[in-house]
């Protein structure tokens, strides 16, 4: 299992950004995937999760905000943020939820 997380970049508080997890080796609709991020000097923390009948579930200081979803077509399980604030600084990264695998995440940088 590879994953390649893309799509992290500086935005303004406000602005909106779209995470890309591309996969391989595993399949998408088959599996739960997650999303987690990790602030600096923070622990990980869980941000989302979709499950194999696309069902989305959100941590509370997203929620509204950003929507996860994954196309089995291109491999792909995206994070799509908008209305972004500087709390929401942060390596991203995406996981399978089976599987104890961690791609190198993407940095998210929320300032003015």
């Known amino acids: 299992v590879q994953l390649q997380a893309s799509g992290g970049g500086l935005v303004q508080p406000g602005g909106s950004l779209r995470l890309s997890c591309v996969a391989s080796?595993?399949?998408?609709?088959?599996?739960?995937w997650d999303w987690y991020r990790q602030a600096p000097g923070k622990q990980r923390e869980w941000v989302a999760t979709?499950?194999?009948?696309?069902?989305?579930t959100y941590t509370d200081s997203v929620k509204d905000r950003f929507t996860i979803s994954k196309n089995n077509a291109d491999r792909t399980v995206s994070l799509q943020m908008n209305s972004l604030k500087p709390e929401d600084t942060a390596v991203y990264y995406c996981?399978?939820?089976?599987?104890?695998?961690w791609g190198q995440g993407t940095l998210v940088t929320v300032s003015s």
């Open positions: 979709i499950t194999p009948g696309d069902i989305p």
């Open positions: 080796g595993i399949s998408i609709n088959g599996n739960t």
């Open positions: 996981k399978p939820r089976r599987y104890n695998v």
